[in-house]
């Protein structure tokens, strides 16, 4: 072969790239991750899953559950509140200052001006920051998704179509075993016009024994079973409702900063 | 059997061979053109590959700049790495201590105490003997040595509020010109405490 050298070259090049692209960047990139601090508390995020929910991610897998759902949170933009903490020596100056500002909904440069007057005229400020953006303002996640969200995740379930909605934090959402399950066993029975079908092989309907299962589904009467029959999760079910309880992805994290709504109790400024 | 000596002939007439030609100028002014705009763009949006840097956000300093601030989260965040560095060896990340050996700061009654008159002390001046904590008796294997006498008052304020401020504790956090009086109290020669002796001081 003519140019021999060169072909192998060119393909060694371009699989190189490639490789370095693909693999290469995103190990350097992400390959270290660990677990990071949680903005302003003693927290660590994520926590490991633990029990059931180390099996629940491949309930979820199986169960194909990521061709509906989606675990990724869009942003769009970041805005900033200005909230007087304190009004100093001089309230009403800075009361009068404060009423004739724009407090809310500023951009990062906005807040950092209207700080500024506030402390001109001896008050003090603090400034919230929060995420905006369609899927936010949906309800769906209070901040965009990040990679720390998907650290105990293998294979990551990001999804890609959203016939139902997005997942990352529905343990915030919906924080409660028995919702999840019966959820899962009859999706129409918690939210009445859901599209999902029913998961009901997850469960199990059987003859109520000597005594009903401690784990039985407390199921509305019109999804329930018929009389001396109950309705009993199977471990798989309760693997699932457990990795969607763990899914909660809601704390301000460095790459993804907001101000989360209850502010420590104990800082400097309640002192002041 | 005729197509195909035509066909041979029309080989004969000699192989085709690559030749060389230059390329276009305006090929090599295009691919210029387009690195010098993908240059641009991976400079305004890439934020150089930092895995901290997400959308909408364009850079690392962008990121930095939308950290929701407050003096207590600062003085908080300064404590906790001091506490990590110095503290949390033997009364552990969490705060639990160990059973029997260092006392947990976590609901310590010590940690919780209204002033820090007492609290300031031990880091201070350093512990012997045996301190009661949650009930239960503890002491260090070697005693407390004062760890805290060569950190600043800010550096010290901020593990103490830190301490104060973390696990469940609730108590105010510290002042520095506090901790400025306490050690100008204590002077230059620091004699580690017994908890009887910091019993007798005001809380």
């Known amino acids: ?272 | 059997m005729n197509d195909e000596s035509k066909s041979c002939s029309v080989a004969s007439d000699g192989e085709p061979t690559a030749t060389h030609s230059t390329v276009p100028v305006w090929i090599f002014a295009l691919t210029l053109a387009l690195l010098f705009l993908g240059g641009i763009y991976f400079d305004q949006y890439s934020g150089w590959f930092d895995a901290n840097v997400y959308g909408p956000y364009v850079s690392a300093n962008e990121v930095e700049l939308y950290q929701p601030k407050s003096g207590a989260a600062a003085l908080l965040a300064q404590g906790r790495g001091l506490y990590e560095k110095n503290c949390g060896i033997c009364h552990q990340p969490d705060g639990m201590g160990k059973p029997g050996l260092f006392p947990p700061l976590a609901g310590s009654e010590w940690v919780n105490a209204k002033g820090i008159n007492r609290l300031a002390q031990i880091p201070l001046e350093g512990l012997t003997g045996t301190i009661e904590v949650k009930g239960q008796q503890m002491t260090f294997p070697a005693g407390m040595v004062a760890i805290g006498a060569v950190l600043s008052d800010n550096d010290l304020a901020a593990v103490l509020s830190y301490i104060r401020g973390s696990w469940g504790n609730k108590a105010e956090p510290v002042d520095a010109d506090d901790l400025k009086a306490i050690r100008a109290k204590i002077g230059a020669h620091p004699q580690p405490v017994s908890p009887d002796q910091l019993m007798k001081l005001p809380e």
């Open chain 1, 1 to 272: 072969m003519k140019n021999g050298a060169a072909v192998f070259l060119a393909a060694f090049i371009a699989l190189g790239a490639s490789w370095c692209g693909f693999v290469l960047a995103p190990v350097l990139q992400l390959g270290g991750a660990k677990q990071a601090a949680v903005l302003n508390s003693s927290d660590i995020y994520p926590l490991q899953p633990v029990g059931d929910a180390t099996l629940g991610l491949q309930v979820y897998r199986a169960e194909g559950c990521a061709a509906c759902h989606t675990e990724q949170v869009q942003q769009d933009g970041v805005l900033c509140d200005v909230v007087l903490t304190s009004p100093g020596k001089n309230p009403a100056a800075v009361s009068s200052l404060v009423s004739s500002l724009t407090l809310q909904n500023l951009t990062k440069d906005a807040a950092d001006a209207v700080a500024n007057q506030i402390t001109l005229a001896g008050g003090k400020s603090e400034t919230h920051v929060f995420a905006t953006g369609t899927d936010i303002s949906r309800g769906w996640g209070v901040r965009h998704g990040v990679a720390a969200d998907f650290l105990y995740d293998y294979p990551v379930q990001l999804g890609s179509l959203r016939a139902g909605p997005d997942l990352s934090d529905i343990g915030v959402r919906a924080p409660a075993v028995n919702w999840q399950l019966l959820h899962l066993y009859a999706p129409r029975s918690v939210t009445k016009n859901s599209t999902m079908p029913s998961f009901k092989f997850l469960f199990e309907v059987r003859k109520i024994g000597d005594a009903p299962s401690p784990d039985a589904l407390n199921v509305p009467k019109e999804f329930a079973p018929d009389d001396g029959y109950e309705v009993v999760p199977t471990p798989g079910a309760k693997q699932l409702a457990a990795y969607l309880l763990g899914l909660r992805a809601n704390v301000p994290l460095y790459e993804a900063p907001f101000t989360p709504p209850e502010v420590p109790t104990n800082s400097p400024a309640d002192k002041k």
